[in-house]
């Protein structure tokens, strides 16, 4: 076993590469917009290494860009060339529900409110209110 990350992650059999889940998220920047839009992509490979799944990431990245115009204006999102790796707890062949496909941990000063204001609702995100469709749902626990 190796330790990747903080993340205890299955690398060999014998010595055979054995293949693991890992997610990578990527940043673009959206194309044709009046204002600066991002977007963040969180996607899970199966790799025998977090630099393999990165790599397979970033040519995803690359060819989710999409080819330019005739142009040459781009047409899809531009890759930021950030890839941030994360290895999965998960040692099975398929990807769960409730399996953590990601996590960042970030040092801050900042008190917990204006932290989710400066990282994760700063008010220009693009996305639907969730609301509970009832209280018994609120309590009901992931199993």
Known sequence: MARLHGRLC???QGDALV??????????????SKKKLYEERIT?????????????A?????????EPDVD????????LGL??????ANESD?????????SLIRGST??????????????SERQTKFKPRSKKNKEKKVK
């Not at 293949?19 to 044709?32: F, G, K, Q």
């Not at 040459?72 to 890759?79: D, E, F, I, L, S």
Request: a negative charge; zero cysteines; proline letters at 4%.
């Open 44 to 56: 899970v490979w199966r790799a025998t290494s977090m630099a393999e799944a990165i790599e397979l």
């Open 110 to 123: 900042l008190k917990p409110h204006a932290y989710l204001d400066a990282f994760f609702d700063t008010g």
């Open 83 to 88: 890839a941030q790796g994360y290895a999965m």
């Open 10 to 12: 299955l690398m060999t």
């Open 58 to 66: 970033e040519v995803e990245a690359r060819d989710y860009e999409g």
């Open 19 to 32: 293949s693991a889940w890992y997610s990578v998220r990527t940043v673009y920047l959206l194309p044709r």
């Open 94 to 102: 398929s990807v769960s529900s409730a399996d953590e496909i990601f």
């Open 72 to 79: 040459g204006r781009a047409t899809g999102p531009k890759y």
